[in-house]
């Protein structure tokens, strides 16, 4: 290739290298790097941090809900602290001391077989919130006195009434007496009231209390004074008493008194024993003109007491 034809080919090479910058320079503002997407970054960060927020929390309840102790950090380290093998806490859990508890509404009686004639406890209990509201005098013959609310009390019986010519309409008798628990009763004998309580259709009819203890002289089991109520139909009716008839009877007893039987005419019990008192009830189905026949017998069998004997004790009816 000769002089003229090396001029020529750097010329155009020379040629070729301006039209290509210029053609750059005209279209370089056409070029430009996609802008970044920092809209979605932001979403992806906040996102993200959230992320970390919510598994901190979970590690703080974690540890906040392991117990104190479950873990131990080893000893004797030379390098970052390690978690050694979860050990079982030592730390027990505190049991709330129990609140002392005040007794709502009367003892129950010590014998199911005390509440008879399908009357629950529940009815029981009403029938006496309703005779101590009912209670106008004092039951120790005060001339005005509060008998208390029902906790004060406990139940010895609930069983139907039959009405009769001075008492008309069936209803129910409760008999309560006042609270004592079984030691007291021991070491300072029965109560001393014994309150009885006639209802018919939810209304208190009758209600008597009286002192029960008897004389002095009285023997170890002594029948309550106004428990005549509960055994006895009206003397208007003598010969004539409806039939079939629920019957029952309470007293007290001392502490040597382990067994009391009631004899009525063509029926027998034995008495439950219940605080330093005795409760007995029976179905009678015949005309009687004598009084139950009490007996009462040690802890060896031994009678100990005989309402036959008893000169306190009306043997026949009125």
């Known amino acids: 290739m000769n002089d003229d034809e090396q001029r020529q080919g750097a010329e155009s090479e020379r040629d070729f290298e301006e039209q290509l910058r210029e053609l750059l320079a005209e279209t370089a503002h056409t070029f430009r790097p996609p802008s970044a997407p920092c809209p979605a970054i932001r979403r992806r960060g906040v996102i993200e941090r959230r992320r970390r927020v919510a598994a901190a929390g979970a590690v703080l309840v974690t540890l906040a809900a392991m117990p104190v102790g479950a873990y131990a950090l080893g000893g004797d380290r030379t390098g970052a602290d390690t978690a050694t093998t979860p050990a079982p806490s030592v730390s027990a859990a505190r049991t709330p001391s129990p609140s002392p508890t005040t007794p709502v509404g009367p003892a129950r009686p010590a014998t199911p077989g005390q509440l008879l004639d399908g009357i629950t406890f529940a009815q029981a209990t009403d029938g006496l919130e309703k005779c101590l509201a009912y209670a106008g005098t004092g039951l120790r013959g005060d001339d005005r006195s509060d008998p208390g609310g029902a906790d004060g009390y406990r139940v010895l019986l609930a069983m139907r009434s039959t009405g009769d010519s001075n008492a008309t309409g069936d209803g129910m008798f409760v008999v309560a007496t006042e609270r004592k628990e079984k030691k007291e009763a021991e070491e300072t004998g029965a109560q001393d009231v014994a309150l009885i309580c006639r209802i018919v259709g939810g209304e ?102 005989d309402s036959d004997d008893d000169r306190y004790y009306a043997k026949t009816l009125p």
């Open 204 to 305: 208190v009819v009758g209600l008597s209390g009286t002192g029960a203890a008897g004389p002095s002289e009285a023997g170890p089991v002594f029948v309550d004074l106004n428990g005549g109520r509960l055994y006895q139909q009206s003397v208007l009716d003598r010969g004539n008493w409806k039939l079939p008839f629920r019957w029952g009877l309470v007293g007290t007893v001392e502490a040597s008194v382990a067994e009391v039987t009631v004899s009525y005419g063509d029926s027998s019990a034995e008495a439950a024993l219940d605080h330093g008192w005795f409760v007995a009830s029976g179905v009678l189905n015949q005309q009687v003109t004598l009084a139950p026949r009490i007996k009462g017998y040690d802890a060896d069998g031994r009678l100990v007491y």
